[in-house]
């Protein structure tokens, strides 16, 4: 581990994949500050999950921002965020190449945005994201040349960048790696996946319903590490 | 006018800028829905100016963004969100061209964000913002390549975009006017002033304070303009 200690901003999700981009940061020498949102997710579930998660790794400071949209219609359009079904498959060999109804408009771009106002706020330039090119290709937000566009944009957007005084990196350990790997990665790191959840449609114990891409994905990364996925299942 | 009528997001924060931008996207041939947001601002007065504005002008669609931070520490740093005083000059000559103090941390990447979002979920492109690079110049995100860069960025983000069906255009049709022309192309194009207000430290009756950076700039426009400013200073 280096020895430096710099801020840096990570987007917590509560999910697998974040957890294990803030025990990479730590291992990089970066001081974490947690950023999550509750934006009309259907479950309140991994929000709870982003809390136990910050507060496992020792994140001193976690920002919950909270989302609204009021007046003449919402914006509406994904299944995570209004009452469309969310596709069931029966493995992970199932699941479509195409964009999946699940995809937010432009999430990563609102996701980014608030975490580059947190990042100038506390006086750093560097942002960790967990963004996945392999197992998400579907989603447009989440490739490289979106972030490469996203970090050239920043660069011009804050008085600390246009100033000189700090330039923008967005980091993506996990963009080219497959879930199995990430989670070997965490293993290694001492995530405590128990912690966490990825499920889109979990029950109201909090189980997952082992049957969403997300749920798939993930037990597929598990048993391809030979490892056992230490949540509950449905 | 044209007799296309295309959908179109237009930011609109109840000052003079959007208010002429509304006006001027309708005179386009757009219909356009508005957004707006409640982030803390310490006067909810240019909100309710926003939706006077938009009813005034025919809006179909307004939208409101509620944006609220818990937990461990807010952003903070900016006279806009904070308890930090409003800076107030003699005239508009005494402003300063440093960044001022009222700048708020990416605040026009985060509505931009929401506007693209906005924009996707009702089948448009077309997004249209206030910014202005001479009078503000001192906004890093009100410059011409910031817009580019973060148009760039937005045609690399959206499932629409990608799948070719809607690129994305940032209209910022006052980034190269003075005050004076703005309030020029809106009094032609018939927009009722009355409804706006700009200043950053209004008193709790909602007059302006005519002394701020925003107060100064927008009664210099309209001196040159040879008319009177038509809201109330205190």
């Known amino acids: 581990m280096k020895q430096v200690t710099r801020q840096a901003v990570v987007l917590l999700s509560g999910g697998l994949d974040s957890a294990t981009v ?13 950023l999550s ?28 921002v909270d ?26 060999d199932d699941i479509g190449s195409d964009i999946p109804i ?6 990563n771009t609102i996701f980014l945005s608030f975490a580059l ?10 942002i960790f994201i967990g963004v996945n090119a392999l197992d998400y290709s579907g989603y447009p937000d989440c490739r490289p040349e979106y972030i490469a566009a996203w970090q050239a944009m920043a660069n011009l957007a804050t008085k ?4 000189g005084r700090q330039s923008v990196t967005v980091h993506t350990p996990l963009i080219q790696l497959t879930k199995a790997q990430i989670i070997r990665r965490g293993l290694d790191l001492g995530v405590d996946y128990s912690l966490t959840s990825s499920c889109y449609d979990p029950d ?28 509950a299942y449905a």
């Open 22 to 34: 803030l025990a990479i940061a730590r291992s990089e020498g970066f001081a974490p500050s947690a």
């Open 160 to 163: 600390a960048a246009v100033q």
């Open 204 to 231: 109201p114990s909090g189980a997952a319903c082992g049957r969403c891409d997300s749920c798939l994905l993930r037990l597929k990364g598990f048993a391809e590490c030979g490892v056992k996925d230490p949540i």
């Open 67 to 92: 989302i609204n949209l009021s007046a003449t219609g919402g914006f509406g359009g994904s299944a995570l965020t209004s009452d469309l079904a969310v596709p069931k498959h029966a493995s992970a």
């Open 102 to 107: 699940t995809y937010v408009p432009a999430r």
């Open 117 to 126: 106002a947190f990042a100038e706020t506390i006086g750093t330039g560097d």
């Open 37 to 64: 949102f509750r934006y009309g997710q259907r479950h309140a579930i991994e929000l709870a999950a982003a809390e136990r998660v910050a507060k496992s790794q020792g994140v001193s400071r976690h920002v919950m």
